[in-house]
């Protein structure tokens, strides 16, 4: 069965702080990753991934694929407290375009 | 502001009453997905649409879920009989081609 599977769950951190959050992923037919953020609303989106090794990036945020080893990671630099928030990774399969959900790492940013 | 716009925002019911939301999506995607998503969970797929067509609907939860898009454009999904574990956010998202999802505001339902 398609999995993913995000760590940590959560995450609490001082503001300025760097912080890496993991996804990993089994699933068939793999098409892309994505990178959402979630505060008390709908998901807003954050990047997408479909080629290993390149770094996408944004502002303090960056990311970057591995279809090798099957997974992603998130980075976060100079952390500040707008960036708390639920970080949802989603993998698209190819064979109907559905995204398969990972359960979100909570990060908390103290100031 | 995605451009997909969700109503109501939220729904509060008896537990066996009826209830339908509406999504509108971004005007030129053709393709509607809708999401449940309870607290502390990612989102879980329900169904989706590509233009009018209802190209998957086995993960609807129970026969109680349906889901229409009659034009191509807004799409219903109604759930009957409504039940207590229904309470739960409902996310609808749309996108075109090949681009990336983009998700409405969701409709947060309470049945008590």
């Known amino acids: 069965e398609d999995k993913v599977v995000q760590s940590p769950l959560s995450l609490v951190v001082h503001e300025g702080d760097t912080v890496t959050l993991n996804c990993s992923y089994e699933?068939?037919?793999?098409?892309?990753l994505l990178w959402y953020k979630q505060e008390k609303k709908a998901p807003t989106f954050l990047f997408m991934l479909?080629?290993s090794g390149i770094e996408k990036k944004s502002g303090r945020l960056s990311s970057i694929l591995d279809k090798k080893e099957l997974f992603s990671i998130l980075n976060i630099t100079a952390t500040q407290t707008g960036d708390s928030a639920v970080y949802l990774c989603?993998?698209?399969?190819?064979?109907?375009?559905?995204?398969?959900w990972g359960a979100g790492t909570k990060l908390i940013i103290k100031p | 502001d995605t451009g997909v716009s969700q109503d109501p925002r939220h729904k509060i019911t008896k537990r066996g009453q009826n209830v339908t939301f509406r999504c509108d999506p971004i005007?030129?995607?053709?393709?509607l997905y809708w999401y449940r998503q309870t607290l502390g969970q990612g989102p879980e797929f329900l169904t989706y649409?590509?233009?009018?067509?209802?190209?998957?609907k086995s993960r609807l939860l129970s026969d109680r879920f349906s889901a229409e898009r009659p034009k191509g454009s807004f799409s219903t999904l109604e759930i009957q009989r409504t039940e207590q574990g229904d309470s739960a956010m409902y996310l609808c998202?749309?996108?075109?081609?090949?681009?990336?999802?983009?998700f409405g505001p969701g409709t947060r339902l309470l049945v008590l």
């Open positions: 998202a749309s996108r075109e081609g090949g681009e990336t999802q983009y």
């Open positions: 005007s030129e995607h053709n393709r």
């Open positions: 649409f590509q233009n009018e067509a209802q190209l998957e």
């Open positions: 699933v068939t037919n793999f098409r892309s």
């Open positions: 479909t080629s």
């Open positions: 989603a993998v698209e399969a190819d064979s109907n375009y559905q995204l398969i």
